[in-house]
T-cell receptor, first 115, second 115 residues
C-alpha cells in the first residue's frame, strides 16, 4: 500500500458526460501528479500540482482540468467524454516540488469506461 | 525533448535464471532514471532510481540496474527470477536540468517468469 488513495475504483459513464476523479496523497507529500494509462498510448503524464499550484503540464487535453485543494487532495475533471478517454487514471504523490529526483508513489488507479 | 525506449514488449525467462529488462534513454543533459513495476490491477511501485554516483543501483526485491552513459542505457537485472516477479516493468527518465520537469515513462515490458 503506497498511502495514495484514489476514488472511485471504477467508473462507467456515457459519451458527452463529465466525471471527477479524486486523489488523496501520502501524508506529508505536497506534490500530486496525474497520469493516464491506455493500451495504445502507454503511461502519459497529464499534470502536476505542488501545494495547490500547477507545476508542470503534460499531454492533458483541454477537456480535462485538475486542481489541488488546501488539504492537498486533488481532483481531475474530465468533460465531454469520448470513447477514447477510456483508460486507467493514476494519481501519484511525492515529497517536494518535483524539481528534485524524488520517488513518486502511485495510487491504485481509477478505471474509466466510456460507453 | 526527453524520451525512453523499452525495445521489448515482453521478456520470458525461466524461474531461477537471470533476467534483464532493457531500457535506453535520450535527454539533452544528464538523466535521472527510474524503474517501476506494475502488478495486475495495481498502481506502479517504485523499484529503484539512479541519481548520481555508483553506476550500479540496487533496489527492492533483489533488482538492480546499471547506468551506462556511453550506451545511454539503464537495464534492469536480477540474478535469479521468481514467478512472483511476473509483472509489467516501466523505465522512466527525467532531465536534470530545466527546473520543473515531467518524468517520461517507457511503454513498459511485460516480464513472464515461467515455472
Amino acid at each position: 500500500d503506497s498511502g495514495v488513495t484514489q476514488t472511485p475504483k471504477h467508473l462507467i459513464t456515457a459519451t458527452g458526460q463529465r466525471v471527477t476523479l479524486r486523489c488523496s496523497p501520502r501524508s506529508g507529500d505536497l506534490s500530486v501528479y496525474w497520469y493516464q494509462q491506455s493500451l495504445d498510448q502507454g503511461l502519459q503524464f497529464l499534470i502536476q500540482y505542488y501545494n495547490g499550484e500547477e507545476r508542470a503540464k503534460g499531454n492533458i487535453l483541454e477537456r480535462f482540468s485538475a486542481q489541488q485543494f488546501p488539504d492537498l487532495h486533488s481532483e481531475l475533471n474530465l468533460s465531454s467524454l469520448e470513447l477514447g478517454d477510456s483508460a486507467l487514471y493514476f494519481c501519484a504523490s511525492s515529497l517536494g516540488t518535483g524539481n528534485e529526483p524524488v520517488t513518486q508513489y502511485f495510487g491504485p488507479g481509477t478505471r474509466l469506461l466510456v460507453l | 525533448a526527453q524520451s525512453v525506449a523499452q525495445p521489448e514488449d515482453q521478456v520470458n525467462v525461466a524461474e531461477g535464471n537471470p533476467l534483464t529488462v532493457k531500457c535506453t534513454y535520450s535527454v539533452s543533459g544528464n538523466p535521472y532514471l527510474f524503474w517501476y513495476v506494475q502488478y495486475p490491477n495495481r498502481g506502479l511501485q517504485f523499484l529503484l532510481k539512479y541519481i548520481t554516483g555508483d553506476n550500479l543501483v540496487k533496489g527492492s526485491y533483489g533488482f538492480e540496474a546499471e547506468f551506462n552513459k556511453s550506451q545511454t542505457s539503464f537495464h534492469l537485472k536480477k540474478p535469479s527470477a521468481l514467478v512472483s516477479d511476473s509483472a509489467l516493468y516501466f523505465c522512466a527518465v527525467r532531465d536534470r536540468e530545466g527546473g520543473y520537469q515531467k518524468v517520461t515513462f517507457g511503454t513498459g515490458t511485460k516480464l513472464q517468469v515461467i515455472p
